[in-house]
């Protein structure tokens, strides 16, 4: 899951929560240095996700957070995208210092510790062991062997990759005792030695090192996410907008609060904010799409007809606009047209229930063309 990844000039790299050792953008600053580019959440373009630690004690305070991580963490990887730790990310761009030289492939520290490869895969995601993907260290092994007691205690990968940042660097803990038991209604809380000291809370990480204006921008963030999620898309709106106001320069904050706006029922505005976010990032090609799917609906189709084709000249290989732009050339009675784009979106997805309604698109085309022909 955390294999290593390189650096290389193009790269898109995205966060899913807020880094909890270092500022997004200084950050930003050094993979732009190294000609890549990081932005807070994922577009089509992103090809490296960073998940942030803070994400932990983000989830852990909403219902369900913990089985949305790793929904998050499915999607991403069934979209392809290669996903990194924090630490790996700082190791990878020479802001951390690898840890020393080591030998245990992934494998091996499955079969010597009997954790499993899924808590092992979480676990390192979340920097809960020494090295954050394979070569493991000894002292990697020996965090293993500790997890899998846990585990096998009752405790579960999230609880303990909440709890290990709390005493120090995790290779500290290979010297001590961890325990899980149930105290103060809490099943997998985890503790030191026989439980005089618990690992496990809410204020899991130190951020103080950030600047004050970051963590309120990254707090803000993960809140409007939060709440586009649980469907307050006027809260979230806000809390988008709220965002730009400190950082006027980010486009997907501009985008999300055009989804926000365009689901809670303000097209006009949800248009502004789609345009806004095009004006800051001009090959943002899902804002292209979803402005091309406003104008639609309101009518205006030699609009709509543009931006559909502007999203597919910056990604040829996104099927959506493909589809949509075929269905409005066959509204348009342009045939010839629209079975041309349904064919090549059948070229994109051949499986899908839009593929089925491409494929009697490109049969219905074919038989009124036949008629014609024949009459």
């Avoid at 957070?65 to 996903?83: H, K, P, W």
């Avoid at 120090?168 to 000291?197: F, M």
């Avoid at 106001?245 to 609060?257: G, H, L, M, T, V």
């Avoid at 609009?303 to 000249?313: D, E, F, N, T, Y």
Wanted: include cysteine; aromatic fraction near 6%; charge should be negative.
């Amino acid at each position: 899951m955390t294999a290593r990844a390189v650096l290389v000039p193009g790269a898109v790299f995205g966060t899913i929560g807020a880094l909890a050792a270092f500022p997004l953008r200084l950050a930003a600053r050094e993979v732009e240095r190294q000609h890549g580019q990081l932005r807070r959440g994922i577009t089509r373009r992103t090809t490296h996700i960073v998940f942030g630690r803070t994400l932990l004690a983000k989830a852990g305070l909403t219902r369900n957070g913990d089985a949305g991580i790793e929904r998050r963490i499915a999607a991403e990887q069934a979209a392809g995208r290669t996903l990194i730790s924090e630490n790996g990310f700082l190791r990878l761009l020479g802001l951390m210092k690898a840890p020393e030289a080591s030998s245990l492939s992934r494998q091996s520290l499955i079969e010597q510790s009997r954790l499993s490869g899924a808590d092992l895969d979480l676990l390192s995601l979340f920097d809960a062991f020494e090295h954050d993907a394979e070569p493991y260290s000894f002292r990697d092994l020996i965090l293993a062997r500790k997890y899998a007691g846990l585990v096998a205690g009752g405790a579960t990968w999230v609880a303990i990759a909440r709890s290990v940042h709390r005493s120090g660097p995790v290779a500290s803990l290979t010297a001590k005792s961890l325990n899980v038991g149930s105290q103060h209604g809490r099943p997998d809380a985890i503790y030191l030695e026989g439980g005089q000291s618990e690992l496990d809370g809410q204020l899991l990480f130190d951020l103080g090192a950030a600047a004050q204006g970051d963590d309120t921008l990254e707090e803000l963030f993960s809140d409007a996410e939060a709440a586009e999620e649980g469907g307050d898309h006027d809260g979230a709106a806000a809390l988008y907008q709220r965002c730009l106001a400190i950082d006027p320069s980010d486009a997907i904050a501009a985008f999300n609060r055009a989804n926000c706006l365009r689901a809670g029922g303000h097209a006009r505005e949800a248009a502004h904010d789609y345009a806004r976010a095009i004006k800051l990032d001009p090959a943002f090609v899902e804002a292209w799409f979803n402005l091309a799917g406003l104008m639609s609906k309101q009518g205006r189709d030699a609009s709509a007809r543009r931006h559909l084709q502007k999203a597919i000249a910056l990604d040829r290989n996104y099927a959506d606009p493909v589809f949509n732009l075929a269905r409005l050339e066959f509204d348009a009675g342009n045939l010839v047209e629209a079975r041309r784009l349904w064919g090549r979106y059948l070229e994109l997805d051949s499986e899908s229930e839009w593929a089925g309604v491409a494929t009697r698109g490109v049969q219905f085309v074919d038989m009124q063309l036949a008629q014609k022909s024949a009459g």
